[in-house]
């Protein structure tokens, strides 16, 4: 009896702890192709009938091999993102990717993927990269060249920056979520709409609220194509 019991707890904590590590629901077939016309909500998206899954689902002429433009770029870089919505063959598969393109002293500022850990490689040129812990918020940063590999854990703030004055850098990123999500720190503290009460933000960054209306005034734009 206590042998069974035992066999049973550690069956229940197997099945919580990989339920609690999973950024995205398990596979439960060999593919299930993002039905984007589907009226029915789901979290994901519901599974195109097999029958109708061509190998066209599973393929983008995503010309990941050409430069990207930075230059209208306020940040000078350029994101470009395959997740399942560009490419349906990847609904519950765990995973994405994106190219990144820097200009030369450009940079991909802070922010999070909520549901996705990062793994980067330097295709060209060098990256000054680094994430933030939670509280007390420790920074891991590293000086990054041609070939090298970096992991950004899953929720943390991470930047990416050029510090080439002359030479464009550009990275791929694997993504462990269909969807990752990117929350930009500043984009999210100063250009939400509505905005963040002022009060709230000048307390926050303990600075005058004069400070805050002109950030708020600024035009956050969106590096990610």
């Not at 629901?25 to 599974?47: E, I, M, R, T, Y």
């Not at 995973?95 to 802070?110: F, T």
């Not at 939670?134 to 590293?142: E, G, I």
Request: with cysteine.
């Amino acid at each position: 009896m206590a042998t069974s019991s035992y066999f049973l707890l550690a069956a229940f904590v197997a099945l919580v702890t990989s339920q609690a590590i999973a950024s995205d629901p398990s596979p439960l077939q060999d593919f299930c192709v993002a039905d984007k016309h589907s009226p029915v909500k789901v979290n994901g998206f519901v599974c195109k009938d097999p029958m109708a899954v061509n190998a066209d689902d599973f393929f983008k002429a995503a010309e990941l091999d050409k430069p990207r433009d930075t230059k209208a770029s306020k940040v000078g870089s350029n994101v470009t993102l395959i997740n399942v919505m560009q490419l349906p063959g990847l609904n519950t598969l765990g995973i994405s990717l994106a190219r990144i393109d820097y200009a030369p002293l450009g940079e991909n500022p802070p922010h999070t993927h909520p549901r996705a850990t990062e793994i980067l490689t330097v295709l060209e040129g060098t990256l000054y990269v680094g994430f933030v812990t939670s509280n007390p918020n420790q920074l891991f940063a590293k000086v990054l060249n041609k070939g090298d590999v970096f992991v950004f854990p899953q929720g943390l703030i991470h930047f990416q920056f050029n510090p080439d004055h002359y030479k464009p850098a550009v990275a791929i990123a694997g993504l462990s979520s269909q969807n990752p999500g990117v929350i930009t720190i500043a984009n999210a503290v100063f250009g939400s709409k509505p905005p963040i009460s002022d009060d709230v933000l000048a307390k926050a960054f303990q600075v005058e609220k004069g400070t805050i209306d002109w950030l708020q005034a600024q035009f956050w734009e969106n590096n990610h194509y």
